[in-house]
T-cell receptor, first 114, second 114 residues
Framework: KAGVTQTPRYLIKTRGQQVTLSCSPI?????VSWYQQTPGQGLQFLFE???????NKGNFPGRFSGRQFSNSRSEMNVSTLELGDSALYLC?????????????FGPGTRLTVL | GEDVEQSLFLSVREGDSSVINCTYT??????LYWYKQEPGAGLQLLTY?????DMKQDQRLTVLLNKKDKHLSLRIADTQTGDSAIYFC??????????????FGIGTKLQVIP
């Protein structure tokens, strides 16, 4: 099976702009989670989608939003970009079984905000 | 609390064993994971252990879980230069809605000296 893919791999934006990142999960996986990784804060959970519904959310402002499509692909949007949004954004997919829900990560999208 | 704590850095000589430690606080954790991240890449699942197990061995990797002390360790036998990476400990908890949530540690950077 193909792994989790994320596009684009690299992005450079300026403050105030908005950005959309895409994640395609492993075939058959219905859950997609998004994480922000920065050197100072480590890996922080943004949100999780399952069957097109958000079912978990981390402690991020409303500028961060996401959605999931019927084919389980997910997009994450960040509006009004700030310098502090520069980070590696990782997506992880899982089958979403009740108790054995191991996550598999994509390579990430490196976002730089200037 | 939901904190997962790890030391930031570990340096070992090639051929020696590495032990990376992690402590967590949530007694409701179901699974505990170890992920490896190489520079510029996403997270790779190394191994995981169910919370009712004490030990799991997988080739050069040994995971030990002390549930009483909420302590998890990853031992890498015969450490190689290719093991140089950041290692993340993570715990899975079930939230009040019965869904998964995963909390990651900040990561331990393992440096293997030839």
């Amino acid at each position: 099976k193909a792994g989790v893919t994320q596009t684009p791999r690299y992005l450079i934006k300026t403050r105030g702009q908005q950005v959309t990142l895409s994640c395609s999960p492993i075939s058959g996986h219905r859950s997609v989670s998004w994480y922000q990784q920065t050197p100072g804060q480590g890996l922080q959970f943004l949100f999780e989608y399952f069957s097109e519904t958000q079912r978990n959310k981390g402690n991020f402002p409303g500028r961060f939003s996401g959605r999931q499509f019927s084919n389980s692909r997910s997009e994450m949007n960040v509006s009004t970009l700030e310098l502090g949004d520069s980070a590696l954004y990782l997506c992880a997919s899982s089958l979403a079984g009740a108790n054995t829900d191991t996550q598999y990560f994509g390579p990430g999208t490196r976002l730089t905000v200037l | 609390g939901e904190d997962v704590e790890q030391s930031l850095f570990l340096s070992v000589r090639e051929g020696d064993s590495s032990v990376i430690n992690c402590t967590y606080t949530d007694s409701s954790s179901t699974y505990l994971y170890w992920y490896k991240q190489e520079p510029g890449a996403g997270l790779q699942l190394l191994t995981y252990i169910f919370s009712n197990m004490d030990m799991k061995q997988d080739q050069r990797l040994t995971v030990l879980l002390n549930k009483k002390d909420k302590h998890l360790s990853l031992r890498i036998a015969d450490t190689q230069t290719g093991d140089s990476a950041i290692y993340f400990c993570a715990e899975r908890q079930m939230n009040s809605g019965g869904y998964q949530k995963v909390t990651f540690g900040i990561g331990t950077k393992l440096q293997v000296i030839p």
